[in-house]
């Protein structure tokens, strides 16, 4: 089976741009989970979809959103972008055949964004 | 919300001595801990975890602990090698949360 894979990979916005990165999951896995890698804070969870639903969201501002397709592909936006926005945005799948979050997530390369 | 702790955030061991990264967590419903490594420039995977009715799960040169009461739990890295040298993140997971450490930057001299 393939892996989960992102793109793009790398991008490059200014502030006050917007941004939309996308995320396939691993076929036949249904739970799609996206992450913000930084540094100083490690891996935090935005939001994880299910089903085309936003099942759990993480601490973060409404400028950051995502949706899930039939396919369980997801996309995740960020409008308004920050320079503190500049991040690796890391999704990853599981098979959520139970609670997704007693499964193993299996993550892809991620994109790496920059805003200056 | 979940809030998990790590430490230390770094380590370093000489090749063939054993690691041990602690976690904390403060959620008494999370019941699954998984631990992912991250090498430089590569994504996590998972190398182990366990769930909240074992105490112990062990896997040739890795093993986790738990202690529920005390709520935390540790890996352990016997034998180390340099290809171990890679970043490893602990999670604590509830029904309707994961939440990952912050990561420990483990080093294996040669």
């Known amino acids: 089976k393939a892996g989960v894979t992102q793109t793009p990979r790398y991008l490059i916005k200014t502030r006050g741009q917007q941004v939309t990165l996308s995320c396939s999951p691993i076929s036949g896995h249904r739970s799609v989970s996206w992450y913000q890698q930084t540094p100083g804070q490690g891996l935090q969870f935005l939001f994880e979809?299910?089903?085309?639903?936003?099942?759990n969201k993480g601490n973060f501002p409404g400028r950051f959103s995502g949706r899930q397709f039939s396919n369980s592909r997801s996309e995740m936006n960020v409008s308004t972008l920050e320079l503190g926005d500049s991040a690796l945005y890391l999704c990853?799948?599981?098979?959520?055949?139970?609670?997704?979050?007693?499964?193993?997530?299996?993550f892809g390369p991620g994109t790496r964004l920059l805003v200056l | 919300g979940e809030n998990v702790e790590q430490h230390p955030s770094t380590l370093s061991v000489q090749e063939g001595d054993s690691a041990v990264i602690k976690c904390t967590y403060s959620d008494s419903a999370s019941n699954y801990f998984p631990w992912y490594k991250q090498e430089l420039g590569k994504r996590p995977q998972l190398i182990i975890d366990?769930?909240?009715?074992?105490g112990e799960k062990k896997d040739q040169r890795i093993a986790v602990t738990l202690n529920k009461t005390a709520k935390h739990f540790s890996l352990h890295i016997t034998e180390t090698q340099p290809e171990d040298s890679a970043v490893y993140f602990c999670?604590?997971?509830?029904?309707?949360?994961?939440?990952f450490g912050a990561g420990t930057r483990l080093t294996v001299k040669p």
């Open positions: 979809y299910f089903s085309e639903t936003q099942r």
């Open positions: 366990i769930r909240s009715n074992v």
């Open positions: 990853a799948s599981s098979l959520a055949g139970g609670s997704a979050r007693q499964e193993t997530q299996y």
């Open positions: 999670a604590a997971s509830s029904n309707n949360d994961m939440r």
